[in-house]
């Protein structure tokens, strides 16, 4: 067959040129760790891609919501605990008062010191989150939640439950309104205390008043392991929701791991293969160069 | 006798030197494009008779010719304009799926971003750093957006400057391979020879002509060619040339179309005119992948920014004020075609971002109906009047009338990416809070009618609700619902046609219908009781607060709903996984062009490597002519100087 000298050029750089684009894209491959530089290259794979990483940065931005919910259910469980204690020494000063051997002096002192524990329970009800927000307000954190008056205290938040998404298919509740914690189950523990340091430092004179203060210290006695059981009920709800929070943190990073290990069948490259490729290719540019640089020197017009 | 071998000697020494130059122009022109070797026809004279037989008279030339083989030389032309035509599709696709390529610059990180900071928001959403945040990544992805379609308008912009360089070519080979015409006619006219070089020439200027679009050629009379170019339009015959020109397209200023110039009119060539060479790689590569990208990251632009809005107009801002608009997009763009008659006037906009689809609508006014075409698929609906909804897209006539044939163009998403814009940048319009309405079904209901979907219209912020808006369910009317005040008429929606009753007048009840009231809609469905009632009414500062993050939440969470149309589906998409089926997209279409421009250029290199085979100079063969012509030049000169001694022979014979 005739071979024009064009040709023999022509083919001789095409290939040349063919061998380098290989190793371009290899270079590419192993500089960047990818088995694809472009979407063309795996489209299907490509798109995948895009997917699991948004998967992936959906599942993150969960898990930044669950550290939020988290802190906010933490705060909430030890204010919770703070208040658990308060009721639970105001209750045993409680049953103490019962003592007949207390003098109306006695009682009097008692009452001074619920006095105390009342406003101590009203000011931890308007306890502020470390943003600055009444946490028992509902939505109306802007505001103190109680405020004290005659009676107790008066309630000027709302009933409203801040929900987070804390996984993809979960919205939890992390926020107690104040009346649910203080004021629920008929028993309004403000106006409980408030009742029993009026009854203490009402002196008991005759039989009528006797009969009043036995009455009445049942009755807050009642009202205050009913308000306690409430708040302990508040607490073991968010102890559960702090538990699901971890198993919801477990199977989220679960879920990380697996979008990291699919994202790395997607896309990640076999560095064996690439850089035997690379070199095998090496070898063959080598003896293109020096077969094209040989047969090119091949020239009749060298011998005449 | 002297004389004779004298005289062929001379003609065996011209031969010689002929094959010698023919030769040396072959080595000369190894290596010019286009050239196609030459070769001596060389033959015997016509011999003398002397009685006792022929006497050769040495050698003569007749004629230099070309080796050229035209089936093969039509077969370059052909494949060339084919591999040219992938070669700057597939460039220009390239460039696309380069960019989209980058995973850090893609939309995909810039979304994620905006919706992470959403969903911290919800978690704060009184935060005022927090609200910072989501409106710097709202603008983040606005950029994002932008940039992307900026980098395809670029794109776009190119592909209009390629085009019009392209006819520019194509004229000048035009006039060039006319002028050759004339030159190569008068040349065969007048001396009979073909003159080879200038016929390798034209032949090259028809291969760099199919390189930028189809060419065909037919030969005529004394050695002219006629030129076809793309779906056989006439460029050159014999010495005359029509010319290519661009001109913008009628219904889209931004887009240069390529156009037939005759003396008295420009037609504006379609796609199928124009196959093949750069220009038709151009055309198509625009009309079928460019339009087609842009108006996807449109519609994802469109559907994540209308969407979001609608969500967030349902929420209260900061100040308890109904939530606006966050993002600006734009109007769908509608085109009339520059050749319309009528004067009528179409005005589009968007009603139902997550129905929008990627296409573009052609609407037509033929026999007094407008046929909307959604182009995308061909898919043609005909109404009888406007204004009517296309997948979410409104269409109504504003003024004029319409002429027959009157024709206009709606891109519902072609420039959302490049123009939205943040709406408003105070962190306290964010609307996180509540809802800006609150449903209520009668306390003494006793039927299984509900309400849902209540939705605040965009007009909402500008005509709010001002006190309740009740329902009342009539059972003996029959089936009717009362509004009570009855101050606003009452539209209801039902399978795609719509009932508008006047203010006062009783409602019919239909399960499952969307009911609209001034700027707000709600579905009642079930089987309501005589005498229920369904309320709607405004939020007040009594059911909100700074804690409020209902509508947060909602809107963090639209990233996770599917609200970007496919088209011929029911089904939507997340922007997300509308946007990976995008880059995916591209993808297999550039993978499929790169097979598809390869295999074409091998092609290519194979038919040009057999009219190489043919045509092209092989240097050792030229040598081995060298050699050939320079002994049988160097056997001449020793016959003359044998006629020479001859000749002294027989002129010493008289000196002995």
Excluded: C, W
């Amino acid at each position: 067959m005739r071979i024009s000298t064009n040709t023999i050029y022509q083919s001789g750089i095409s290939k040349i040129t063919n061998l380098q684009a290989d190793q371009t894209r290899l270079q590419g491959q192993i500089s960047t760790g990818k088995r694809f530089v472009t979407p063309s290259d795996d489209p299907v794979a490509a798109a995948r891609v895009l997917e699991v990483s948004h998967n992936k940065d959906l599942n993150n931005s969960y898990a930044d919501v669950r550290k939020t919910a988290q802190t906010n259910l933490e705060t909430l469980e030890s204010s919770l605990g703070n208040i658990t204690n308060l009721l639970v020494s105001a209750q045993s000063t409680l049953v103490a008062a019962g003592n007949g051997a207390y003098s109306n002096a006695e009682r009097s002192n008692l009452g001074k010191e619920l006095k105390n524990s009342l406003d101590a329970l009203v000011s931890m009800a308007n306890a502020k989150d470390a943003y600055g927000n009444y946490m028992y307000a509902g939505f109306k954190s802007d505001a103190p939640a109680f405020v004290a008056n005659a009676t107790g205290a008066s309630y000027s938040g709302d009933s409203n439950v801040q929900l987070l998404q804390v996984d993809a298919q979960r919205q939890m509740e992390v926020s107690v309104p104040g009346d649910a914690v203080f004021q629920a189950g008929g028993a309004d523990v403000f106006a409980t205390l408030t009742n029993v340091v009026n009854l203490l430092n009402t002196p008991i004179t005759n039989a009528a008043t006797q009969a009043a203060f036995t009455s009445g210290l049942a009755t807050a006695i009642d009202g205050m392991k009913t308000s306690v059981d409430n708040v302990l009920n508040v607490r073991a709800s968010i102890g559960a929701k702090l538990n699901e929070l971890d198993s919801l943190n477990l199977a989220g990073q679960d879920r990380d791991l697996q979008y990291d290990k699919t994202l790395s069948n997607l896309q990640d490259l076999d560095y064996a293969a690439a850089v035997s490729d690379l070199s095998k290719n090496q070898t063959i540019m080598d003896a293109a160069q020096k077969s094209f640089v040989a047969t090119t020197k091949l020239s009749l017009f060298n011998f005449i | 006798m002297a004389s004779n071998i004298l005289s062929i000697g001379s003609s065996a020494l011209n031969a010689a030197q002929i094959g010698l130059s023919t030769t040396g122009h072959n080595i000369a022109n190894a290596s010019t494009p286009g050239y196609n070797r030459q070769v001596v026809v060389q033959a015997a004279a016509q011999a003398q008779n002397f009685g006792y037989g022929f006497v050769g008279q040495g050698a003569e030339v007749t004629g230099v010719q070309r080796v050229y083989n035209e089936i093969l030389a039509k077969q370059v032309v052909s494949t060339q304009s084919a591999s040219s035509a992938y070669d700057a599709y597939s460039a220009q696709l390239n460039t696309i799926d380069n960019m989209l390529s980058d995973t850090t610059a893609g939309l995909n990180p810039a979304m994620s971003d905006f919706f992470g900071s959403l969903q911290e928001l919800a978690s704060k959403p009184s935060d005022i750093p927090t609200r910072q945040t989501v409106l710097a990544d709202a603008q983040a992805l606005i950029n994002r957006f932008n940039s992307i379609d900026g980098r395809l308008n670029e794109i776009r912009e190119g592909v209009n400057t390629q085009l019009s360089n392209s006819v520019g070519v194509v004229n000048t080979y035009a006039k060039q391979i006319a002028s050759l015409n004339d030159i190569i006619e008068k040349s065969i006219s007048t001396t009979g020879n073909t003159p080879n070089d200038l016929m390798d020439q034209r032949d090259q200027l028809i291969t760099e002509l199919s390189k930028q679009i189809k060419t065909t050629v037919v030969s005529q009379g004394q050695g002219s060619y006629n030129v076809f170019v793309g779906n056989g339009l006439p460029l050159v015959v014999g010495k005359d040339t029509y010319n290519l020109t661009t001109a913008t397209s009628p219904t889209d200023p931004t887009r240069v179309e390529v156009a037939y110039q005759t003396t008295s009119k420009t037609t504006i060539l379609g796609a199928s005119s124009l196959a093949g060479g750069t220009i038709g790689g151009l055309i198509q590569f625009r009309n079928e992948s460019l339009d087609q990208v842009q108006n996807q990251i449109g519609q994802i632009a469109v559907a994540l920014a209308g969407t979001f809005n609608q969500q967030h107009m349902q929420g209260l801002d900061k100040n308890g004020n109904p939530g606006g608009a966050l993002f600006n997009i734009p109007a769908p763009v509608t085109t009339s075609s520059s050749e319309n008659t009528g004067s009528g006037v179409l005005t589009t906009s968007i009603v139902d971002p997550s129905a929008i689809t990627s296409s573009d609508y052609r609407v037509q006014y033929v026999g007094g109906n407008y046929l909307v075409t959604r182009v995308s698929d061909q898919n043609v609906q005909t109404f009888s009047s406007l204004p009517q909804t296309v997948d979410g897209l409104s269409i109504s006539q504003v003024s004029g009338t319409m002429n027959n044939n009157d024709d206009f163009l709606i891109s519902p998403t072609k420039n959302a990416a490049s123009t939205m814009t943040l709406a408003f940048k105070d962190v306290n319009k964010l609307a996180v809070g509540g809802s800006v309405l609150n449903s209520a079904a009668g306390a003494g209901n006793t039927g299984s009618g509900s309400m849902s979907a209540l939705t605040a219209s965009s007009t909402y912020t500008s005509s709010p609700l001002t006190g309740t808006l009740s329902f009342t369910y009539n059972s003996g009317l029959p089936n009717t619902l009362t509004l009570a005040p009855s101050t606003l008429p009452v539209t209801v929606t039902y399978g795609g046609i719509s009932t508008t009753y006047p203010a006062g007048s009783p409602v019919t009840y239909t399960s499952g219908a969307t009911v609209a009231v001034g700027s707000i809609s709600l579905v009642l469905s079930g089987t309501p009781a005589n005498g229920d009632t369904f309320s709607v009414s405004p939020t007040t500062s009594a059911n909100t607060g700074p804690s409020d993050n209902r509508n947060g939440l909602l809107l963090a969470n639209l990233q996770s709903g599917n609200n970007v149309a496919m088209i011929g589906s029911n089904t939507k998409n997340s922007y997300a996984t509308a946007f990976s089926q995008m880059v995916s997209g591209v993808g297999s279409k550039a993978r499929e062009l790169n097979v598809t421009s390869q295999a074409e250029a091998k092609a290519l290199d194979s038919v040009k490597a057999s009219m190489e085979a043919e045509s092209g100079v092989n240097l050792d063969e030229e040598a081995t002519n060298l050699i050939r012509y320079q002994q049988a030049y160097q056997a001449a000169g020793k016959m003359m100087q044998i006629a020479s001694d001859l000749f002294n022979v027989l002129l010493n014979l008289g000196s002995n």
